[in-house]
């Protein structure tokens, strides 16, 4: 709940003003029955018409203030809760965006979307009802029970008699209902996991004909998260029906007692009146108070998971050059005898940090010089791209060394950093958006430069053909692209921003061997002063690498260059033989 105090406290006039405002719309309202029993008990007897005149507008005016206070105090309620929402959104998405990747891993990436739409949208609620409800509420019980203790003491201790019982089964539920409402985000977490990999794995759910099987899959994860809703949601409506029973029963003891007292003479007509209004007053109230408990239990759930991600701390820092390893060369790029390993969750949920270590890299080395070139190729999983990783620093090494142009990559600003790469990675991200802003992506790029990363990206023939050219629309994650125009768009954007470091990660699968050819030529020819690490499954895009690495299993088992290599490594030579044996 501290995430809803600090949210609030940045607006907190605008919210002190809207809560002003309900407090007199409410007191208003409060003022309408006790008007109404004057009228009853001693204006209409009197038989003066100004008088009646007079009261009747004062009613009239009291209950257009309520009506003008309360929607003004509404208005204002959800503009700042929409403000407040908006915050802890935009809060959420850049915590998200710095996290690292094994801290972006340990949340998890359905986890951290539904705590941006979902959770923000139970703190919204949650702030909204406590400008007005948390008002309206608390005023109507307490100023109900005030103006009805003026009118006659003895009806109203039938009230004051009930509260504590029915505030006490209130805060009772409301204590269990946090936890409840925790496991139901949680569930949430796995429904919104599910549709996302059946959303972008569409195609192949289709191809192997697994529709059946999938939404059974979303049906259990589904009826799992609304069992626990259910249940949560069952437990807090508890006090809603056992309040209204006894309210009811009270408003029962209220018309017999007050009878009573009409007909000995001790209470006027107008006060039972009066009271059976109040009494709707303070029920209204009392189910107030349940709704807000029900809603600050949902949301205290909901604020407890985006602190979560708001308070976790870097686990990157950023190191001083004492801190930091000292390179045992001068290359441009250098590992040295690097170790890393993921953290997976384990069966029992535990968490990433909880879970088992997978060793991904074991003693790796190799160094670049400025303008060299590497290529990494090896099975499936074998570290590849964990390489590259480490190098962009998503990761932070466990043992050994990672240098770019002589530092440690920990004493780099990460922005400063990242700046010195183009890269395309695995599954890369085309947005919906035109060609021209996926390559530029908001870095002001120029027209030439443009141009000539399409040209070097071998894009410009399918680019040109195109009645908008660049300007063409690309849809969600380029769905109408080919496969091989999206990886040289994705290329062309890595190319244009000219980088130091160029990182083309299985860049050019989807290529033919003549296209891909022509563009390794290109970015030779136009880009020879980048560094350039490609990671590869077919010979052909190595072959002509200063350096080739070969990788099995998270080591190095070969390293030289393409000859050297069909004369050391057997694996490599394998590799060779089979492609190139299947080419020819």
């Known amino acids: 709940m501290k995430l809803l105090f600090r949210s609030v406290a940045r607006y907190k006039w605008a919210i002190v003003m809207a809560i002003f405002v309900k407090l007199l719309g409410t007191m208003a309202e409060l003022l309408l029955p006790y008007i109404l029993e004057h009228m009853v008990d001693v204006v209409v007897p009197s038989g003066k018409l100004g008088q009646v005149i007079f009261w009747g507008l004062m009613m ?52 951290l979307i539904s705590r941006m739409t979902s959770d923000s949208y139970n703190v919204q609620s949650a702030v909204q009802q406590f400008q007005s409800l948390c008002v309206r509420a608390p005023i109507m019980l307490v100023g109900g029970i005030i103006m009805t203790m003026s009118m006659d003491a003895h009806l109203a201790l039938i009230l ?11 805060l009772f539920v409301s204590s269990r209902g946090i936890p409840l409402f925790a496991g139901v985000q949680r569930r949430l977490d796995t429904v919104v996991r599910i549709m996302r990999e059946n959303i972008t794995g569409i195609r192949v759910v289709k191809a192997l004909s697994k529709g059946e099987y999938e939404k059974k899959r979303f049906a259990e994860a589904n009826r799992d998260m609304a069992d626990s809703d259910i249940r949560a949601s069952s437990i807090m409506a508890i006090p809603g029906p056992f309040m209204q029973m ?134 499936t999983g074998c570290g590849k791209t964990t390489i590259i990783n480490l190098l962009m620093r998503f990761y932070d090494v466990q043992d050994g060394g990672v240098f770019v142009d002589g530092r440690d990559v920990r004493t780099y600003d990460k ?3 990242r700046r010195k790469f183009g890269a395309v990675f695995q599954n890369d991200m085309v947005f919906k958006d035109t060609l021209r802003e996926n390559i530029n992506f908001g870095r002001g790029i ?86 350039l690490i490609m990671i590869a499954q077919r010979v052909s895009s190595v072959m002509g690498m200063t350096h080739v690495m070969v990788m099995d299993n998270g080591r190095c088992i070969g390293y030289g260059t393409h000859e050297e290599l069909l004369e050391s490594c057997p ?5 060779y033989d089979i492609q190139m044996g299947a080419i020819g």
């Open 60 to 111: 009239f005016a009291a209950a257009v203030a309520c009506r003008m206070l309360n929607v003004s105090a509404n208005r204002k309620a959800i503009f700042n809760a929409h403000r407040v929402s908006y915050d802890v959104r935009q809060a959420l998405f850049e915590k998200t965006t710095n996290l690292s990747g094994s801290q972006f891993d340990a949340f998890g990436l359905p986890s």
């Open 160 to 170: 004051v008699i009930m509260l504590p019982f029915l505030l006490g089964v209130v």
């Open 246 to 379: 006894s309210l009811n029963v009270g408003l029962v003891l209220v018309i017999i007692i007050g009878a009573r007292r009409v007909d000995a003479g001790v209470m006027r007509p107008g006060v039972i009146l009066a009271f059976l209004t109040y009494f709707n007053m303070i029920t209204m109230g009392v189910m107030g108070l349940n709704r807000i408990f029900i809603t600050m239990s949902r949301a205290s759930a909901s604020a407890n998971r985006i602190d979560a991600v708001l308070q976790t701390q870097t686990d990157q820092l950023i190191l001083s050059e004492s801190e930091a390893k000292k390179p045992g060369g001068d290359e441009f790029i250098r590992f040295e005898n690097v170790n890393f390993s993921y953290t997976a969750e384990d069966d029992s949920g535990a968490g990433f940090a909880g879970g088992k270590h997978e060793q991904a890299l074991t003693d790796i080395s190799f160094a670049l010089k400025k303008g060299e070139s590497l290529g990494i190729i090896g099975p």
């Open 415 to 417: 922005d400063e950093l």
């Open 446 to 531: 120029g027209e030439d430069a443009l141009s000539g990363a399409v040209e070097d990206a071998m894009a410009a023939e399918y680019v040109n053909s195109l009645d908008d050219g660049l300007d063409y629309e690309a849809t969600i994650k380029g769905a109408n692209l080919s496969g091989g125009q999206k990886q040289r768009l994705l290329v062309a954007r890595a190319l244009a921003g000219d980088p130091e470091i160029l990182v083309l990660d299985d860049a050019s699968s989807a290529l033919d061997y003549k296209t891909d050819a022509a563009m390794r030529k290109a970015i030779e020819s136009h880009h020879g002063d980048s560094t």
């Open 571 to 575: 694996a490599y030579k394998e590799i």
